[in-house]
């Protein structure tokens, strides 16, 4: 059974960094786009950043503003999501995911798998 499983969560404060993880086994890394989403309580889940599976292409969502950096390391089946100047309105669980041939800017209704999820909180 294929699993995706998130570590690098924590609490910081505002301004501070993090840096996820997530790594899969029974995948064949290379054949998938990876990516990140988050979910704040009572908000939709949104897409913060893709690596694409051709070549490593990246693509971010529009609030990252060039705080993060996503980055795959194809060796180790383990994609990094790089957070820096975190704000508070970047609370939220953290969730990886990987699509089959997808777009860098991966849909949510297209990823074939997801991780459990690890928390990040901000505090000002």
């Known amino acids: 059974q294929v699993q995706l499983v998130e570590s690098g969560g924590g609490s910081v404060q505002a301004g501070g960094s993090l840096r996820l993880s997530c790594t899969t086994s029974k995948l064949v890394f290379n054949y998938y786009t990876m990516g990140w989403f988050r979910q704040a309580p009572g908000k939709e889940r949104e897409f913060v950043a893709g690596v694409a599976w051709s070549g490593g292409g990246t693509t971010y969502g529009d609030f990252v503003k060039g705080r993060f950096a996503i980055s795959r390391d194809n060796a180790k089946s383990t994609v990094y999501l790089q957070m820096n100047g975190l704000e508070p309105e970047d609370t939220a669980v953290y969730y990886c995911?990987?699509?089959?041939?997808?777009?860098?800017?991966?849909?949510?209704?297209?990823?074939?798998?997801w991780g459990q999820g690890t928390q990040v909180t901000v505090s000002s």
């Open positions: 995911a990987a699509d089959q041939w997808g777009r860098s800017r991966l849909d949510v209704d297209e990823c074939d798998y």
